[in-house]
């Protein structure tokens, strides 16, 4: 079965510091897509990175990366340089690319950063 | 990039109405959209996936005639709660892929239902 695994509920982070946030899946298809959304306060989720399967180098999006480790199943995201304004609630999510390409979320960590 | 919209944004109503809310792709044909429930602090729960012109594939555990889905065209779904109830207030969220690309879901900005 899939799954995904947040073990962080919540995290603190100073401003300006990095701060890796754990996302752990389990699939056993070997096509799959890994994603991670940032959700404020009010509520909308806003993307933030991918990391296909079958991609090679880790996916970077500015302040972003994807710390993605195929043989653990590990898709820590680092956010470096942390700002106020990335205090929310931030979701691991992997889709398989077959079927309908339904997105399979973890609990989520919320992270507060502290001026 | 790809703008997903629902509406209405927030809703209240009286317990036993039905509400409707609607999901549209702005910019782009969306074959399948999705929607999920999201209660305070926890994650989102997938109800169902429409596909446009096909039945909904709801979820296990989801009352196909409380939620009713419908996918009339590549750019709408809605999504009405019917008889709505107390413990039916919750915030709604849809979003929609497009059939090319990585299987990206665009979500749309949420709807708060809260039922009186």
């Known amino acids: 079965a899939q799954k995904i695994t947040q073990t962080q509920p919540g995290m603190f982070v100073q401003e300006k510091e990095a701060v890796t946030l754990d996302c752990t899946y389990d699939?056993?298809?070997?096509?799959?897509?890994l994603f991670w959304y940032k959700q404020p306060s009010s509520g909308e989720m806003i993307f933030l990175i991918y990391?296909?399967?079958?991609?090679?180098q880790n996916a970077t999006e500015g302040r972003y990366s994807l710390n993605f480790q195929k043989a653990r199943k590990s898709a820590n995201l680092v956010i470096s340089a942390s700002q106020l304004g990335d205090s929310a609630m931030y979701f691991c999510a992997m889709s398989l690319t077959s079927g309908t390409y339904k997105y399979i979320f973890g609990t989520g960590t919320r992270l507060k950063v502290l001026a | 990039g790809a703008v997903v919209s629902q509406h209405p944004s927030w809703v209240i109503c009286k317990s036993g109405t039905s509400v409707k809310i609607e999901c549209r792709s702005l910019d782009f044909q969306a074959t399948t959209m999705f929607w999920y429930r999201q209660f305070p602090k926890q994650s989102l729960m997938l109800m169902a996936t429409?596909?446009?012109?096909?039945?909904?594939?709801?979820e296990q555990g989801v009352e196909k005639d409380k939620f009713l889905i419908n996918h009339a065209s590549l750019t709408l779904s809605t999504l009405t709660v019917t008889s709505a109830h107390p413990e039916d207030s919750s915030f709604y969220i849809c979003?929609?892929?497009?059939?090319?690309?990585?299987?990206?879901?665009?979500f749309g900005p949420g709807t708060r239902l809260t039922v009186t």
């Open positions: 429409s596909n446009e012109g096909s039945k909904a594939t709801y």
């Open positions: 990391q296909g399967s079958y991609d090679q």
């Open positions: 979003s929609a892929r497009e059939s090319q690309g990585i299987g990206e879901q665009y």
């Open positions: 699939t056993s298809d070997p096509s799959y897509g």
